[in-house]
């Protein structure tokens, strides 16, 4: 049996903590991955972390709870994405991870609204 890497495993437990909610793909991308629902990114992983994405009321929410956007360097910044780290003890709380998910998807859900 071919050994799974630790980044298999991390993105089948996250895909099992998300599948009450109806993801429906994880794809590759950019060294990390985006997670879809109805074809609209609401996730992502990076570095073994899960991040959601958020609107000014979820990023209020999530960094109540102690939560950092994700960020990158980039010609010599520091760039925030509007995606907010999921915290383990979130991952761990199936009531708090719903509601959570369910805030990242309205906020993808109305960025994509505002592109369309």
């Not at 590759?28 to 997670?35: P, Q, R, Y």
């Amino acid at each position: 049996m071919k050994k799974q890497s630790p980044h298999n495993e991390f993105l089948e437990y996250i895909r099992e903590m998300l599948e009450p909610f109806g993801i429906s793909k994880i794809r590759a991308m950019f060294g990390g991955f985006g997670i879809y629902k109805n074809g609209i990114m609401f996730a992502l992983i990076a570095d073994h972390e899960l991040y959601f994405k958020a609107d000014e009321k979820a990023a209020v929410f999530f960094q109540s709870f102690g939560s950092e956007p994700f960020s990158y360097e980039a010609k010599g910044r520091k760039v925030k994405l509007s995606y907010w780290r999921v915290l383990p003890e979130i991952l761990e709380d199936q009531d708090m991870l719903e509601k959570w998910h369910a805030m990242a998807y309205a906020a993808a859900l109305t960025a994509k609204k505002k592109t369309a």
